[in-house]
Nanobody, 122 residues
């Protein structure tokens, strides 16, 4: 069974950092493009970052560029999202997802995790 499980969310003060993890089971992450998305209450799900399979080229939304970094540990079949300089507007449920190609369109992703809550508040 193909499964993605996110972890690492929590409460952090503005300016703080969190590292989210996305662990895959039932398939090899390296064979898929992996995207991180987020969804705040009342808002549409938006793409945050995406890492292509193979060459590992990573793309970031303008809103997180320079603050968020996506990485992959093939040995652990896990993808990470390091989030620094967090802002209140970064608060959302964060999801990882797997697709054939790297895109910020949620509908193109076939496999999704259950999400992890990130709260940024003083």
């Amino acid at each position: 069974q193909l499964q993605l499980v996110e972890s690492g969310g929590g409460l952090v003060r503005p300016g703080g950092s969190l590292r989210l993890s996305c662990a895959a089971s039932g398939f090899t992450l390296d064979y898929y493009a992996i995207g991180w998305f987020r969804q705040a209450p009342g808002k549409e799900r938006e793409g945050v970052s995406c890492r292509s399979s193979g060459d590992g080229i990573t793309y970031y939304a303008d809103s997180v560029k320079g603050r968020f970094t996506m990485s992959r540990d093939n040995a652990k079949n896990t993808v990470y999202l390091q989030m620094n300089s967090l802002k209140p507007e970064d608060a959302a449920v964060y999801y990882c997802a797997a697709a054939a190609i790297c895109t910020f369109e949620p509908k193109r992703y076939k496999y999704w995790g259950q999400g992890t809550q990130v709260t940024v508040s003083s």
